[in-house]
């Protein structure tokens, strides 16, 4: 008889660098040190942005390495795992995968005892977790936190996902989907072809060629003022690396700046 071994579905996702070791000191050290070797100050801001984006990239996965692919489960809750849950998952991930090996009533059953323990911690970790948080919320000083929790479920509750019906330029509402998608792009075409009215002046036309160049205060100021842990854009670099790279950073983007302006 052949055996087959259970086969695991796993979402595979795209790998991404561990931007988050840039928390560390001495991968931050590193890192900066490396990527202020390499970059350039290319003439083209296509050709600057095209080198040194890739520099970063590269010189990341070098140092921080890259993630294993694997997606996560969807609404899976972990925030509450402790060390002896992670201790029965392990034992029972163990005794699974010498299940999945030539079968026997004894693996089976002690596949099925392991299992049952740990979805046991599991459940006692959780409602501890959960009693801890309750009992957190309800000491004065966390009362900004209950505020924002309360806040934020207000919030999702009244996030509209689609737009059942609207009324068109007559007050006649629609209830098509087709009817309301061609009512938007009716009215974002008048928005944005109309053509306003152009009122020249006593004292003549506009003022051409009075606008200030970029500083780099300003461009420090715009770095600092954005908030740590937002999402990357296209290019996959997080706003930590322009901070880690301190005010050789600020050069570098200063120098894009102005030539892109």
């Not at 083209?44 to 489960?73: C, D, H, M, Y």
């Not at 957190?136 to 934020?152: A, C, F, T, Y």
Request: hydrophobic share 35%.
């Amino acid at each position: 008889m052949k055996i087959c071994k259970r086969q695991r579905h796993i979402n595979k996702c795209e790998r991404k660098i561990n931007w988050w070791r840039l928390k560390d000191k001495n991968f931050r050290e590193e890192f900066s040190e490396k990527v202020l070797e390499k970059v350039k100050l290319a003439e083209s801001v296509q050709e600057w942005w095209k080198i040194n984006s890739a520099v970063i990239r590269k010189t990341g996965e070098e140092v921080f390495g890259l993630t294993f692919g694997r997606g996560v489960p969807k609404d899976k809750e972990a925030w509450w795992w402790n060390e002896e849950v992670q201790k029965v998952v392990k034992e029972k991930k163990d005794a699974k995968r010498k299940w999945d090996m030539p079968v026997s009533a004894e693996d089976g059953q002690a596949y099925k005892s392991a299992k049952k323990e740990a979805k046991q911690a599991m459940a006692k970790a959780k409602a501890e977790s959960v009693r801890e948080a309750y009992e957190q919320l309800q000491k004065n000083q966390d009362i900004r936190q209950l505020i924002w929790i309360g806040k934020s479920r207000d919030k999702a509750s009244k996030d509209l996902t689609a737009i059942k019906q609207m009324k068109d330029e007559t007050g006649i509402i629609l209830h098509d989907h087709g009817k309301i998608i061609q009512r938007w792009l009716n009215y974002f075409e008048k928005l944005l072809n109309e053509e306003n009215l152009r009122v020249k002046t006593e004292e003549g036309g506009a003022n051409e060629g009075l606008m200030m160049d970029i500083s780099r205060d300003e461009v420090k100021r715009a770095i600092e003022k954005m908030k740590n842990g937002k999402g990357v854009g296209p290019a996959q670099i997080p706003i930590e690396v322009w901070k880690c790279l301190g005010k050789k950073g600020i050069e570098l983007l200063w120098d894009l700046m102005k030539k892109t302006w």
